[in-house]
């Protein structure tokens, strides 16, 4: 993990500039010249991703990109891109919390919830845990 996010890290010239990669390109393992506009504000570069993660995963997505592509058509096209490497996505820490109530066990009436507070690891678990702490403190207020 930690080789795949150096390698990453310094083909983004040691930025937060994202290795990027066409679709196309990735499954034929060769350097894509230039890199279609992304919406990953720091911006991209073309780097061979193929050979920044590690060999078994880069064969197995290659194998599974043209699968997809078999039942589902319209994905993999010359505007599709692959940016890496995002392989941590929980906070380091655990902000404390009731398992019941979910409140800090220090402070009354502070939920502490998501990724930042060390319970969730991306964008659906952070939302699950957003909204079941938003219904604790509901309850919370109305006793």
């Not at 040691?14 to 350097?31: C, E, H, L, M």
């Not at 880069?58 to 891109?81: C, D, H, P, V, W």
């Not at 996505?89 to 409140?103: N, W």
Request: glycine fraction near 10%; charge should be positive.
């Amino acid at each position: 993990q930690k080789e795949m996010e150096s390698l990453a890290f310094n083909s983004g010239g040691g930025k937060q500039i994202a290795p990027a990669q066409r679709i196309t390109d990735f499954v034929s393992q060769k350097i894509s010249k230039n890199i279609p506009k992304s919406s990953y504000v720091p911006g991209t570069v073309s780097s061979p991703l193929h050979d920044i993660l590690p060999k078994d995963i880069s064969r197995r997505l290659r194998k599974s990109l043209i699968i997809f592509n078999q039942r589902m058509k319209g994905y993999y096209t010359e505007e599709a891109q692959i940016l890496a490497v995002e392989s941590r996505t929980s906070s380091p820490l655990r902000i404390p919390r009731d398992r019941e109530t979910l409140m800090h066990i220090g402070v009354s009436g502070l939920f502490p919830s998501g990724e930042g507070a060390g319970y969730a690891g991306g964008i659906v678990s952070a939302a699950i845990d957003g909204e079941r702490c938003a219904e604790q403190a509901f309850n919370f207020v109305i006793k």
